[in-house]
């Protein structure tokens, strides 16, 4: 890093805002944790370096505007842009793709700071309809809109900004890349009663010839839970640590919608407590997957968490909320309250892009009361969905084209596995591989 400190010019409305994302840019993934702000009542934003200047325009954080988080002020275009010297195109959703050289100065049109707080916070899509469960939508937010989904926005700006920077004399950090398998535990049972047999036995189209293997395996799960094809720990331990993988487990302790919440284990049981020794033997961590009611409510969030840690006997940390249902802002401002350090919820449920815009870890922000939370969000990149994989190859291009753009931006990728994710011969052929590229340096 330069000894000789970058000196920042904003604008001194909505300052927290920037600084937020000046904060995301230059400390969290570029190191640089020595910089001068300098406010002024309207400018654009402007960076001094030992070597030189360079500008970015404001056309969104401006003088008076009282609605700015507004439908009216959602983009309704996408621009790319070019500087002649930076070997990659970049997209904008405010300000212009102007860049020239203005009384000596770099002169960029791409408003980069507002673009970036739009996809970290996500409230464009807060702003849209919700689906029946209350979850923000894909196609409402810029990023569906304009098909940014599988694409590292942000991070692309942070690259930029490198490159900038160093053409004023001021050097960063390079983050490195990783990789991290996370477990949603929603159930351990395939087979808890008579009636799931009956379930099986009618979505296997009532083929003759699989019969007798449903009913074997129901009476061999009812006799151990261990033998059941949901309680896989064992078999995804053994991938991880063959594949030398960081994971995180996040379990259930609460049910407060029978519909929706399907947990069908007790934490406080020897079972489930023979699981997490295993677990933490092993180095994974834990956290917690609150119920349904959860995201909305400090109380059922606390008293979830609560009993976890009763049960592991150690705090809780990190969360991922069930249904990844969250309202923006809102919902991680609850979860810092009580003491989470991260979250990984933000993601939609496609389940398979970069639904902020960035596959790096970062700061969140808490909208309403206009500050930067303690709280981190670790981006869920990749997850798998329940749909009895048929065509592995396919579904494997898929992963490995994400997983190719997170390397690109060193990013610390985090796939999604439930463990009934791995109960057919096709299910385990996909999640061996995954892991096996996830991991391949």
Known sequence: MSALPLK????????????????VWLVQHLGITQYELQRKANTHFVFEGPTGKFVIQNS???????????????????????????????????????????DGQLYIGADMVASSFLLLTQ????????DQMGRIRLHQSVIGKFGLYQRGVVNEYIAFIRYLLNTIGISS?????????????????????????????????????????????YVSARSDIRKDPYFSFEYIIAQLQKNNTPAIFYFMTGKTNAKYDHIDYDVESTTMKHVFKLLQECGYEIGLHPSFESWKSEEILNIEKVILER???????SVRQHYLRYEPGKTWAMQE???????????????????????????????????????????????????????VDQQYTNYTALLAEARKHNGRFQVLFHNSDVETDNEKKLFEATLSFLTLQ
């Open 60 to 102: 969104f954080f401006k003088d008076g505007d009282k609605a700015l988080f507004d439908v009216a002020k959602i983009p309704n275009r996408c621009i790319e842009f070019r500087c002649p010297a930076y070997p990659h195109t970049l997209c904008t959703l405010f300000g212009d793709n102007q860049v020239e050289i203005v």
């Open 123 to 130: 409230w464009d899509a807060a702003l849209g309809e919700r």
């Open 337 to 391: 309250k009580l003491g989470f350090e991260t979250d990984s919820s933000v993601q939609f449920t496609e389940g398979l892009g970069f639904a902020a815009g960035i596959c790096t870890p970062y700061k969140l922000y808490d909208l309403p009361g206009r500050r930067m939370m303690h709280i981190e969000e670790q981006p869920l990149i990749l997850m798998k969905k329940k749909d009895y994989v048929k065509n």
């Open 311 to 317: 049960a592991i006997g150690r705090e809780i940390t």
């Open 173 to 217: 950090e390079q983050k490195s890349y990783q990789a991290v398998f996370s477990c949603d535990v929603d159930t351990v049972q395939k087979y808890a009663r008579i009636r799931n047999l009956a379930g099986a036995i009618y979505h296997s189209d009532f083929r003759l010839q699989m019969w007798n293997k449903l009913i074997k395996d």
């Open 8 to 23: 920042i010019t904003i604008p001194g409305y909505y300052d927290r805002e920037i600084a937020y994302v000046l904060h």
